[in-house]
Each structure stands twice: as C-alpha cells, then as structure tokens.
C-alpha cells in the first residue's frame, strides 16, 4: 500500500487486496495518500484518461457523480484540465447519484445547483449529457420518474465509471442503512446522522429534507469501475468497518467488498483506524521508535486490560510486539513507558519555578510567563482548557486571550433578537429596530445583513467577557481579531488572507509571548480550527526570526470535539473536584451555545458535559495504566516549529 510523502505519481488502480500482505485484514483496495488534494488529484487524472480514451474510440463516457465535500477538488481539477489543457467533455454523459427531495433546482442547496457550480458551468458539457434526480417529481410520478432514471443510465450502456464519497452511516448515494443489496434508483427516507450531517448547511436541523431520491446500490455497483474518496479523521471510523468488517445491510458500502475493480482513495486521516495503520505490528514488522513504542504499549494495556507495570514477556509476545521484546526487556520497557507517562503530569503548566524541570513538560524560567490562548470561536478557550487557564491566572502568569473569529454565524436569530428588542426598550434607538425589522424579514435561505452580524458578534463577546472576568482576567488582556476569513455570513468560509495573516503576526509580536497554547482540535465540522490554527504557524514562521520566538512554545488543545491519545500527551495537567466546576461555570457564560446550540455536530451532549467526560475520561485512563487517580485532566501535545 502507498503513503506518499510529496506529490508524485501514484498508482491508483485496482489491485486486489493480498491474504498475506499486511493488507490481510482488507476486503477492498485503498490507496493511502498524505493529504486529500495529491489525492484528488490522481483522481481527476484516471477520470480525464478515461474521457480521452473513449474519445479516441468516438464513445460517449459515461460517469456517475457525486455531490458533498468529498469531490470537490477532483472536480476543480477537471474544471483546471479543460481550461488549460483543453480536456473536452462533449463525448461525456453524467448521471449524478442524489438529489434531496423535495428540492428545487435553484435552491442553493440542491445538487443540481452544487454541481452547475462545482463543474458544468465551467466545462464544454452539453446540457443534455447532464441527468441530475429531478428533486420537483410530484410524489405520484416519483415510482416511474425513478425507473426511467435507472433505464437511461443502462440505455446508454451503464456506467463506465462511478464516483462516490462516504456518510458516517456508510451510505453511498443515499442508500442509508437497511438498503437492499439489489435496490436500483428509488426514493429513501435520510437517516438522522445524515441530516445532523447536512444541518450546518441548511442553517438548522429543521431545514434538512427528510427525503431524497438515490441510484440504488445495484445501480452503483454496475458501474465498470469505481472510486470512493475519504478525507479526514471523522470519516475514519466508517472506513474501517467499510473495509475491514462483514457485508452488512447496516453498512451499505460494505457492499463494495463485493465489486471487481473498487478503489478506496483515502488521506493519512480517513485510513488511520486501518488495522495497518492504527496497529501496524500485528500485521508486520515495525521500526520501533518511541511513539510507537508508546502507542503500542497503551493499545496493549487496553487490550490486556492491565497497568502498564504489569505487562508481561508473554502479553508482548501474544499480541504482534515480540521485535520490540527482542530490542528491550519487559522489565526497562514497562519502567520507561510508565516514566515517559508519569513525566507528562503537572499542576504548573506555566512551569514549576524554582524546580528542577529535567523531567517536567514545560521550563522553570522565566517563572513569570508572557501567554497567549488563542481561541478559534469565543468559547474554546474555557471549553478545551478552562482548568490550565485558571491555573495560569493563579500562578502569576501574563495570560492573554485571543479570539480569533467573531463567531458570529452560531448565535441564533431569537437570540439576537431578544438582545435587540432589549437594547430598543433601553434606547429606543433606530439601529436595533433595523435588526429587529432584518431578522422578522429573514427567510430560510437568506443570510444576515452587517447589522445583524455585528450585534450576534457582539453577543459572544459579551459572553466570553463574563467567562474570562470569572476567570479573574483583566479585560485589557482579552482581544477580539474577527479575522475576515471567517466573514463571509455564512458555513463557507473563505481562505486564509494575507490580512488575517498581518493581524494574527500583530498581536503576537505585541504580546510576544513564552508560551502560546491553540486549537489542535480538528474534527470541528466547519473546519474553522484548522483554518485559525495554520493561521497561528504562518504567523509564527514570518516570526521566526524574532529573539522572543526561539523562546516560544507551542502547545495545542483539544476538547470540544475530540481528544489527544493518551500516548500523544506531552502535558496533562490535572484537576480538582473544585476546578472542574470552576470550569463549568466558565463555559456556561457563553449562553448563546447552551440548550440546543445551533451547531451541535454529531455529539448530542452539550459542550460542557463533552469537556466534563472528556477530561474525566482522560484522568481514568491515566490511573488505568497505573498512574495516579485524578478527578480531571487537561491534556496538551507541544508542536515543535522546526
Ligand atoms: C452525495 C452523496 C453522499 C455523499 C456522502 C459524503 O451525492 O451521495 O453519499 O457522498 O454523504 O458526503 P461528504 O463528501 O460531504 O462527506
């Protein structure tokens, strides 16, 4: 199997998956590449040969598409080939899997309009070619409108290639869980992960059709050929079953297992679950280094459900680690596994002054700190690391907060509104009846006027105001960027500019701080962490050469929607009984998003319980693998710039 390291070519072709190979647990092909955009790449690249082969046969190609976040850039790619490589799609016909139903095609939300703006609009298609379910079929005309969809596709001789993303369900079209092995082009009921899924786009969970008409999975599966594209980690999970586990009704994709020529194209975050990635020694022969040693060694602590001073020679030898035995006793193994560990723990995430700090996850000096947190919404900062920031204040550091987008988009009209009528009864003043007037006349599919925008700003920054003074903040110390990537009024943000860039390099080079602690945390649905966090390295690489930078460290947080491996933490900093409510109540200042947040992701617990478990769940782990028994634990892992 490949991972690639820089863009090169790679071959994605079919293969089928060895019994003896380290891909043995596999019942479909992958290919693993580094990140989704070299992927899709490749992708385009056998889409475009097939195009062209076809043409010089002078036959139609025949392509099913899909629609989502998944092919996207494969669909930039074709759109870049036809503008400067003059790739023609005259001899092209497309049959798209999806459409939500009922659903019009002007509707910014519809696939019909997704793929006119991702791909038809930009290439020599002709309009003819082009068949998108029609989401407008009345429901007595649905059952025959469905049929001849199936019939077309076969009058033009199948499909001579399919592509296909993943849902978390394991759907493929929207053939949802309980989907027939033989099921053809049909009309389905969503399943609820599905329409969590979708909800961020359609502003709201109530705004998510209940139904959509898909190609069934006898007619994907009669395509020639078939790719399905998997980014990130949050389709991780789903990947694994899809590959690794039994055919299954319940995991409708698992029905590729069955296809002759199925390739999985993945990135490092969607294959990491993989037995070969995510346990690699039961399957060959590893190099050990240190964080494999670690990873391997609580994996077989959960495994053999025992304190890491109790692992034996015969639990390495029984579960795949016997090399690793050869290079080190059990003994030394046990004793470094349960140091690197125990080093990892600290009430002082500022440093310990005055102590010996050979073995302690951060400096003794200065003993005063210069800190930032940077925060991607007004809220992480509390929700991920509430405890360590208290402690911070309280050991005398110089703790700054820095809010790096408005958050805006997450505060609910009625929120809004109740704030402004509120300031109208105070001041009867002409603004906020304007946002009064904005919101009553918002519709569905409207996006909020500046006003609005500015007021629901304003909300978070009141809320992360009382958060950060209950912390014992000055609030000279708190500052608010609303980096302008983030204000685009709606999900789809834009990229990173060179202006937010400047501001992010301005407010450090004014603080210049020791240490700095930012979002690692990159499962949140709208992929605004990632972005504020590459927005944090930029800065600090243009930095770099600056004498306070080479003393700046970086640690990153996560919380709100996943959590550090045990064997990944570098700082854990645990907390009392006391300091865990300390930080329930910092979070629920930020009341915009309690009690039915308006993005909640797939989590249905609120944010302060998930933090609650998340930190409870971590000190458990810890005191499973025989460390001591803390109530509650904040974990970091510190990024090295070099
Ligand atoms: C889209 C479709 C769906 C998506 C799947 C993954 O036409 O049929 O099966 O491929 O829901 O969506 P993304 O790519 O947005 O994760």
Not at 72 to 92: A, T
């Amino acid at each position: 199997m490949t991972t690639m390291t820089a863009r090169s070519k790679t071959d994605i072709r079919y293969k089928p998956v060895g019994q003896f190979e380290e891909t043995r647990y596999e019942k479909i092909h992958n290919v693993i590449f580094d990140n989704s955009n070299d992927a899709s790449i490749e992708v385009a690249e056998e889409i475009a040969n097939l195009i062209k082969r076809k043409q010089l046969s002078d036959k139609m190609c025949v392509l099913g598409l899909a629609t989502g976040s998944s092919p996207i850039r494969v669909y930039e790619e074709l759109v870049r080939m036809h503008q400067e490589e003059g790739l023609s799609f005259k001899n092209v016909v497309t049959f798209n899997l999806d459409e939500y139903l009922p659903m019009d095609k002007e509707n910014t939300q519809s696939y019909y309009f997704f793929m006119h703006e991702h791909l038809f609009n930009h290439v020599d298609i002709l309009p003819e070619n082009v068949h998108i379910p029609d989401g407008k079929v009345p429901s007595d005309k649905l059952v025959e409108y469905c049929l001849s969809y199936e019939k077309k596709i076969k009058d033009f001789g199948g499909l001579d290639f399919q592509l296909l993303g993943i849902g978390r369900t394991g759907h493929i079209g929207f053939n949802e869980p309980g989907s027939h092995y033989n099921s053809g082009t049909r009309v389905i009921t969503l399943d609820h992960i599905t329409r969590v899924d979708a909800a961020p786009a359609f502003l709201g969970i109530d705004n998510v059709p209940r139904r959509a008409i898909t190609m069934g999975i006898s007619t994907v599966r009669s395509a020639k050929r078939i790719i399905l594209l998997g980014w990130g980690q949050n389709k991780a999970d789903i990947i694994k079953k899809t590959i690794e586990g039994d055919i299954s009704a319940h995991v409708p994709a698992t029905y590729l297992q069955n296809h002759k020529n199925c390739t999985f194209v993945l990135d490092t975050g969607a294959g990491s679950e993989l037995t070969r990635n995510r346990t690699p020694w039961l399957v060959r022969s590893c190099e050990w280094t240190e964080e494999l040693t670690a990873k391997a060694m609580v994996w077989l602590c959960g495994k053999t459900k025992k304190t890491i001073l109790s692992l034996t020679d015969k639990d390495y030898n029984d579960n795949g680690m016997a090399d690793l035995l050869s290079l080190k006793d059990s003994y030394d193994l046990n004793i470094w596994m349960f140091n690197r560990l125990q080093h990892t723990i600290t009430g002082w995430p500022g440093g310990k002054p005055n102590a010996d700090d050979s073995n302690r996850p951060e400096r003794a000096q200065p003993a005063k700190k210069r800190v930032i947190i940077f925060s991607p919404h007004p809220d992480d900062d509390v929700i991920s690391m509430g405890g360590t920031f208290d402690r911070l204040i309280e050991q005398g550091h110089e703790v700054h907060v820095v809010y790096q987008t408005s958050g805006n988009i997450a505060v609910s009209d009625t929120d809004a509104r109740k704030y402004a009528e509120i300031a109208k009864q105070i001041t009867d003043s002409k603004e906020a009846q304007k946002i009064i007037d904005s919101i009553k006349e918002k519709t569905k599919s409207s996006f909020d006027s500046k006003e609005v925008r500015k007021l629901k700003g304003n909300i978070r920054r009141g809320e992360s105001y009382v958060a950060t003074r209950y912390l014992g903040l000055e609030d000279t110390n708190v500052h608010f960027l609303d980096l302008p990537f983030y204000e685009t009024g709606t999900i789809k943000k834009n990229n990173l500019s060179e202006e937010d860039i400047e501001i992010m390099v301005d407010v450090i080079q004014e603080i210049k701080p020791h240490q700095i602690y930012a979002a690692g945390d990159l499962a949140d649905p709208h992929g605004t962490h990632r972005v504020c966090l590459d927005a944090v390295f930029s800065a600090m690489e243009r930095l770099k050469s600056e004498p306070f930078a080479k003393d700046c460290w970086l640690w990153l947080y996560r919380g709100a929607w996943h959590e550090w491996d045990i064997n990944e933490i570098e700082m854990a900093v645990p907390m009392s009984p006391g300091q865990v409510l300390k930080k329930r109540n910092a979070i629920f200042a930020h009341q915009s998003q309690k009690d039915g947040v308006m993005f909640q992701g797939d989590d249905t617990r609120e944010f302060w319980m998930r933090a609650e478990e998340r930190n409870r769940d971590t000190a458990k782990r810890y005191n499973d693998l025989g460390l001591s028994d803390y109530s509650a634990m904040e974990a970091f892992v510190r990024h090295k710039f070099d």
